[in-house]
């Protein structure tokens, strides 16, 4: 395929960004715990529920927390929890995540630096989780990423959760380019199905729950990491340059 000419990289956070496991892990055993209301039983049937494994503080990839949303697995804690689903448990649920995701927080190796490096080579970056905003927020600015930021969201953002495409052609709109300039760099099969709805660039990272061989089929690129991402850009902006001139 010929490379692209890209102007906009937004990016995933968990699984990609932070540490999927060493973050959520640790922030979901508390949260359980506080939501069960010293329920050892409910407790424990909430684990179950969201294929937790208490011992080890880590969820199974089976897992409706890996790439979803408390939208999307409300559901299931009101029904363990003998509560009714909607608005007011997923906020309750979303604050909780967001003060122990943050003060669990695990950066992948060193994204600041990543980031920088890719704002200096002059591109617009973002970040699009199906998080909520607000932790995606605190998260950024707890790693010092928000100065190299044009655009972060959520899956309470208004733009919908991924897979659908709406984070993306809402990135975008923001910086002003159309969704073939933009990759969005991901873990997981949702982020790179919201990729390819959208007309962007799929690259997938190998810093999550899913296997290459998972990834590889829906990803235009595969890298390790997001740190092997500065110097595999110029290769491809190098490559695109010379397609251009010999066109």
């Known amino acids: 395929m010929p490379a692209p000419a890209l102007k906009g990289l937004l990016f995933d956070k968990d699984g990609t960004l932070i540490d999927f ?8 055993y508390e949260v359980m715990r506080i ?3 010293g329920d050892e039983a409910r407790f424990r049937a909430l684990a179950e529920a969201n294929h ?4 080890e ?3 199974l990839r089976t897992s409706p927390l890996v790439a979803g949303s408390s939208q999307s697995y409300g559901a299931l804690w009101a029904q363990v929890l003998g509560r009714e689903n909607g608005a007011e448990l997923h906020a309750e649920m979303d604050d909780l995540f967001k003060h122990w995701g943050l003060q669990k927080l695990s950066p992948i190796g060193e994204p600041l630096a990543v980031l920088a490096e890719l ?4 591109y617009r970056l973002g970040i699009a989780t199906n998080d909520a905003e607000a932790s995606a927020l605190v998260q950024a600015e707890a790693m010092g990423l928000a100065p190299h930021l044009d655009y972060v969201v959520g899956y309470d953002s208004g ?5 659908e495409p709406g984070m993306v052609l809402g990135f975008a709109r923001a910086i002003g380019a ?7 760099i991901g873990d997981s099969t949702h982020d790179l199905h919201a990729a390819r709805a959208a007309g962007a660039v799929s690259i997938a990272v190998l810093t999550g729950p ?11 690129y595969v890298v390790e990491s997001i740190a092997q991402l500065p110097a595999f850009l110029r290769g491809l902006g190098a490559r695109a340059e010379t397609e251009r001139r010999a066109g």
């Open 52 to 55: 937790f494994i208490i011992e």
């Open 159 to 163: 733009h919908g959760g991924k897979p």
């Open 21 to 28: 496991d060493r973050t959520w892990g640790p922030a979901a």
């Open 57 to 59: 503080r880590r969820f």
């Open 119 to 122: 704002a200096q080579d002059g």
């Open 35 to 37: 939501m069960a209301q």
């Open 178 to 184: 159309s969704p073939a300039e933009v990759a969005l």
């Open 210 to 220: 899913a296997p290459r061989d998972e990834l590889e089929p829906h990803a235009d």
